[in-house]
């Protein structure tokens, strides 16, 4: 887990920051498939990212966001935070409840299953608090193949995760314009966008590739061509270039 979180920090601001902690998640978990999706107040979910076309699941996907997810047992009752396995719940929807949608099959975790979805998976997932709502990031495999535990380890990257989320919904709602300054290779300038939007060295390592002290040599070159000897030197720079 400590590597899918170094991958989810380094992705933080850039577009593909809901695949790679999805997918982060789930290869640290041993799991193959996964969905985030965001629970907002008074708005309809929204979905940030899946891989169920790979097992021809999109269109359970899509009845999932936009009506079943409120058979979720793990939301239903008033949504916690914190990890679960969708085995340890089962519920008998009323005939009225998106009938239309769901399939009656007991051989399944919760009872049942939406219309389109894969049958037979076996679900452990994350509820947290990230950005402006709820983040159910969930990760599926099919049953069976061997036994489901690390839901502590699961659950002990709550807090990061969130913080994490936060950041990203931070870094994206304001991303810095690049310096334009002519002394500054293509490289030197990534890093100082990046600089500029938060990202600590090892973020940035990760984000292009690089090495850490390799990072930090790119640094040291950026602030001695721009005459500035620290980090809020660059910024008050970025803005009077503003």
Same mark, same amino acid.
Not at 76 to 83: H, I, K, M, T
Not at 131 to 139: I, P, R, S, T
């Given at each position: 887990?400590?590597q *899918?979180? &170094?991958? !989810?920090?380094? %992705?933080?601001?850039?577009p593909?920051?809901?695949? #790679?902690? %999805? +997918?982060?998640?789930?290869?640290a ?11 907002r ?19 359970? #996907?899509?009845n =999932? ?6 058979l979720n047992p ?9 990890a679960?396995? *969708? @085995?340890?719940? $089962? !519920? ?9 949608? !769901? ?7 919760? /009872?049942f +299953?939406?219309? /389109? ?13 990230? @950005?402006?709502g709820?983040v159910?990031?969930?990760c ?5 193949r +061997?036994?489901? /535990?690390?839901l502590g380890?699961?659950?002990?990257v ?5 913080? $994490?989320?936060?950041?990203? %919904?931070?870094? &994206?709602a $304001?991303?810095a314009?690049?310096?334009?300054h002519p &002394?500054?290779?293509?490289?030197e300038?990534e890093?100082?966008e990046l600089?500029?939007?938060g990202?600590? &060295?090892?973020?940035i390592?990760?984000r292009?590739?690089?090495?850490r =002290? ?5 640094r040291?070159? !950026? ?7 620290s980090?809020a ?10």
């Amino acid at each position: 887990m400590p590597q *899918a979180l &170094s991958q !989810i920090i380094g %992705a933080m601001g850039a577009p593909e920051f809901p695949a #790679v902690a %999805a +997918r982060a998640v789930a290869q640290a978990m041993d799991f193959e498939l996964a969905t985030i999706v965001v629970h907002r107040p008074g708005t309809a979910p929204a979905l940030l990212f899946d891989d169920f076309d790979a097992v021809g699941g999109r269109e359970g #996907v899509r009845n =999932y966001v936009a009506a079943t997810h409120r058979l979720n047992p793990m939301l239903a009752a008033g949504p916690r935070e914190g990890a679960f396995r *969708a @085995g340890d719940f $089962a !519920i008998r929807p009323e005939p009225a409840e998106d009938g239309a949608l !769901i399939v009656r099959a007991p051989e399944e975790e919760l /009872g049942f +299953r939406t219309v /389109g979805w894969p049958p037979g998976l076996e679900e452990v997932g994350l509820l947290f608090r990230g @950005g402006d709502g709820l983040v159910e990031l969930a990760c599926y495999r099919p049953r069976g193949r +061997r036994p489901t /535990g690390r839901l502590g380890e699961l659950d002990a990257v709550r807090e990061p995760m969130a913080a $994490a989320f936060r950041r990203h %919904a931070e870094l &994206s709602a $304001a991303p810095a314009r690049p310096l334009a300054h002519p &002394s500054l290779t293509t490289r030197e300038r990534e890093v100082a966008e990046l600089l500029l939007v938060g990202c600590g &060295s090892e973020a940035i390592a990760l984000r292009l590739g690089i090495g850490r =002290y390799t990072v930090k040599d790119h640094r040291k070159r !950026i602030f001695r061509k721009l005459g500035v000897g620290s980090l809020a030197e660059l910024f008050a720079l970025h803005r009077r270039a503003a």
